[in-house]
């Protein structure tokens, strides 16, 4: 039996108004499975036998957040569940959505259509497993293994071929043997799922604790070759692999990889777009590139902190210390403390001061000369002081600079 987290005990009483009304209602997944590896969850979801109005007949307030799928959201004491009911799914059309859902009463038949072993558990309420498909087993065994017949898992949700693969690296698991065939023969249907689904798994998968194994696997069964950018760099994958490191961050996995594929700058914001990653991501890996190239030639300075921030230049020491070089994260830190300036905001003075001082209009001469006040402030040559800058202004300044 199994000692309560205390958000399956803040959920008890979803579970016992849905048995009161007569129906069955477990804890599933994920949340179950990380529990048995005495691992935090993150939250937890329930399946039930009651059907979705059944629910909202139980519960006051709801939401529709999946209902075709069977899915209702249940708002309770400031806390939120979603609560979906036992079903089966026909075929897949499209190897990502089932053509049609039927729901069902039975707990086994719901945790059948599940992806892997592992998370065709549940849990009742006493914190009793119920274990169909010998999950424990496998959890023991240390095995990420496809329930009943994998190319059928597969052909259902073509993704679960990456989620088998980041959940190698995510628990420093092996995969079943039956299982790795399965997806080596079918990793053509990657190309059915969308970019952005395929890139969370991808992502996970590089953060995991096994990202070793997990990306030997995801190399041996072909998966990259449907991934972006990743078609024609078996061999720079492979290098990648090799890496025996802890990747802290995405900033850090994105830019070990470019680096691993010898991107050009030019190519980096292409590869970072057809991945789907946010505006500001690429941005931050674009400048986290730029701040390697400095680093493995010379150390960080005042100037290049300022331009990248504390954050990425860390980022950045990590990413050096995968690749076997010295670091220093205390020079870096102390080096970024000791800046006079962390932004333009910081300056003592701004544009209107500088039209006031000199009595111009504004135009292209003042940007020119806040940078070139930057840039001297940066360098400890000038005091980040009004009457100090206005002065040396009067001293250097000509209209014709």
Not at 360 to 387: A, C, H, Q
């Amino acid at each position: 039996m199994i000692l309560f987290d205390h958000q399956f005990k803040q959920a008890l009483p979803i579970i016992d108004k849905i048995e009161e009304a007569g129906f069955e209602a477990y804890f599933v997944g994920g949340s179950v499975r990380d529990t048995l590896l005495n691992k935090p969850i993150n939250d937890v979801d329930i399946a039930t036998s009651a059907k979705p109005n059944e629910i909202k007949e139980i519960f006051p307030k709801t939401i529709d957040v999946g209902i075709e799928h069977g899915t209702v959201m249940v708002l309770w004491k400031d806390e939120s569940y979603e609560i979906t009911t036992f079903r089966t799914e026909s075929t897949y059309q499209d190897f990502r959505r089932p053509d049609s859902v039927e729901f069902v009463r039975s707990l086994k038949e719901d945790l059948k259509r599940r992806d892997f072993t592992i998370n065709a558990l549940a849990m009742n309420r006493d914190g009793e497993i119920i274990d169909y498909f010998n999950g424990q087993k496998d959890l023991e065994e240390k095995l990420i293994k496809a329930v009943g017949i994998p190319e059928e898992r597969f052909f259902e949700d073509a993704l679960r071929m990456m989620r088998g693969v980041r959940f190698v690296s995510q628990l420093n698991f092996s995969m079943d043997s039956e299982t790795e065939v399965a997806i080596n023969k079918n990793h053509p249907l990657l190309e059915k799922i969308a970019v952005e689904r395929i890139q969370v798994e991808f992502v996970k998968l590089l953060l995991g604790s096994g990202r070793k194994q997990g990306l030997e696997l995801f190399i041996r069964t072909n998966l990259f070759y449907y991934c972006p950018g990743l078609k024609n760099s078996k061999k720079e994958l492979e290098e990648f692999a090799k890496l025996d490191c802890v990747i802290e961050n995405r900033i850090v996995a994105w830019t070990l990889l470019i680096h691993h594929l010898n991107k050009t700058r030019d190519d980096v914001d292409h590869f970072l777009r057809d991945w789907k990653c946010s505006k500001k991501e690429i941005n931050q890996v674009k400048s986290a590139l730029i701040a390697l190239e400095h680093r493995l030639k010379e150390e960080f300075n005042h100037q290049i902190l300022y331009k990248i921030g504390l954050q990425i230049a860390l980022d950045v020491e990590t990413v050096m210390e995968c690749l076997g070089y010295p670091t220093n994260f205390k020079t870096v830190q102390t080096l970024y403390q000791e800046l006079p300036i962390y932004s333009k905001n910081d300056m003592a003075i701004d544009g209107n001061d500088l039209q006031v001082v000199l009595n111009r209009k504004p135009g292209k001469w003042l940007g020119d000369l806040m940078t070139e006040i930057e840039t001297t402030i940066l360098s400890g040559e000038l005091p980040n002081e009004k009457p100090i800058i206005v002065e040396w202004i009067s001293t250097h300044y000509t209209k014709d600079a």
